[in-house]
T-cell receptor, first 114, second 115 residues
Framework: EAQVTQNPRYLITVTGKKLTVTCSQN?????MSWYRQDPGLGLRQIYY???????DKGDVPEGYKVSRKEKRNFPLILESPSPNQTSLYFC?????????????FGPGTRLTVT | AQSVAQPEDQVNVAEGNPLTVKCTYS??????LFWYVQYPNRGLQFLLK??????LVKGSYGFEAEFNKSQTSFHLKKPSALVSDSALYFC?????????????FGTGTRLKVLA
């Protein structure tokens, strides 16, 4: 089954404790992206990657890191999480860098930072 | 500044009635426009997109959207609403130049279809 998977689905952590949210897709997609969803703000793009070893900032990159060492994986790293990073996070992928392609979304990761 | 606006936080409609969820955009160049739907505790699912061509785009589950360049709008429509259409709907636009591109999403509109 074609899908985007994220782990963990739920995470409660404390301020300053480094964490990684994994994202993997099995569709051989070139483009991958991370978003955060907050009430009243919709989805905001954190980082995106157009291919292996090619990443760039979205609109809200502060406090996050990403890497794209393999085509299928695009982990999101929070080096020192803070309470304002409490949010619902989505990973997405699309076929290519052509911006006409729709995105496929993972099920989401709900992160709480205390 | 480039943006996407969904002016209604919530839309209520009776089952069987037509529904419209509004979206307007402000981007430079030709826009690539999308609608996604989010059901409770799920990720977003693609509904339809406008790239070029016919201004009326048909998508999944009987939804359609009309691209209006002069009004910079891309409203989502369905002739007859179902209770199962109740969900959160997002309009999005792809933006960027060669080599880079990003997406802007609206704030979402919650659709409630009443039996």
């Amino acid at each position: 089954e074609a899908q985007v998977t994220q782990n963990p689905r739920y995470l409660i952590t404390v301020t300053g404790k480094k964490l990684t949210v994994t994202c993997s897709q099995n569709m051989n997609h070139e483009y991958m992206s991370w978003y955060r969803q907050d009430p009243g703000l919709g989805l905001r793009q954190i980082y995106y990657s157009m291919n292996v070893e090619v990443t760039d900032k979205g609109d809200v990159p502060e406090g996050y890191k990403v890497s794209r060492k393999e085509k299928r994986n695009f982990p999101l790293i929070l080096e020192s999480p803070s309470p304002n990073q409490t949010s619902l996070y989505f990973c997405a992928s699309s076929l290519s860098r052509d911006r006409g392609h729709e995105q496929y979304f993972g099920p989401g990761t709900r992160l709480t930072v205390t | 500044a480039q943006s996407v606006a969904q002016p209604e936080d919530q839309v209520n409609v009776a089952e069987g009635n037509p529904l419209t969820v509004k979206c307007t955009y402000s981007v430079s160049g030709n826009p690539y426009l999308f609608w996604y739907v989010q059901y409770p505790n799920r990720g977003l699912q693609f509904l339809l997109k406008y790239i070029t061509g016919d201004n009326l785009v048909k998508g999944s589950y009987g939804f359609e959207a009309e691209f209006n360049k002069s009004q910079t709008s891309f409203h989502l429509k369905k002739p007859s609403a179902l209770v199962s259409d109740s969900a959160l709907y997002f309009c999005a636009v792809g933006r960027g130049t060669s080599g880079t591109y990003k997406y802007i999403f609206g704030t979402g509109t919650r659709l409630k279809v009443l039996a």
